[in-house]
């Protein structure tokens, strides 16, 4: 696959993701089986503890993995994720997650994700989650 294919994916995909719009979720690269994006931790994100809310945190590690997953062309959607938590983000982090393929076979894959919370200077920082994706192909091109 190229990378005019997984870009084309990932327009496309991206904007229908109403979710991802909504919690200000950027696309900042994506390649074949590979995908970057952030967010800012707004104060609506924070939960009782003011704290970003966790499910938050896996739903940028779930766009990444959507984008990666998604980037061969072909309609892909999760069978299943796991995440665990490491450090908090707190409101004005700028988390970014990076999805990598791992597996890739007939129409199954295994895709992990780490989302980390930039330094003050942008360089990437501490870990804030590990997150590992199953994906399945549905079998039909991504069209638009």
Same mark, same amino acid.
């Given at each position: 696959?190229?990378? #005019?294919?997984? $870009? ?15 919690? %200000? ?21 924070? /939960? ?21 997953? /998604?980037?061969? @062309?072909?309609? !892909?959607?999760?069978?299943? =994720?796991?995440?665990? =938590?490491?450090?908090? @983000? $707190? ?14 076979? %007939?129409?199954? %894959?295994?895709?992990?994700? !780490?989302?980390?919370? #930039? ?5 990437? %920082?501490?870990?804030?989650?590990? =997150? ?11 069209? @638009?």
């Amino acid at each position: 696959m190229t990378a #005019d294919v997984a $870009r084309r994916s990932a327009e496309v995909m991206l904007a229908a993701d109403r979710a991802s719009r909504s919690l %200000g979720i950027t696309l900042e690269h994506v390649g074949p089986g590979t995908a970057d994006v952030s967010m800012v931790v707004r104060e609506d994100m924070t /939960n009782g503890w003011d704290l970003c809310h966790g499910g938050l945190i896996a739903t940028l590690a779930d766009t990444a993995f959507a984008v990666a997953c /998604n980037s061969h @062309g072909e309609v !892909t959607v999760a069978a299943g =994720f796991d995440v665990t =938590f490491l450090e908090p @983000g $707190r409101a004005g982090d700028r988390l970014r997650a990076h999805a990598e393929e791992r597996s890739r076979r %007939g129409r199954s %894959g295994i895709y992990d994700v !780490t989302v980390r919370r #930039d330094e003050p200077d942008g360089s990437p %920082g501490v870990v804030i989650a590990e =997150f590992r994706g199953r994906s399945r192909s549905l079998g039909r091109p991504i069209t @638009g």
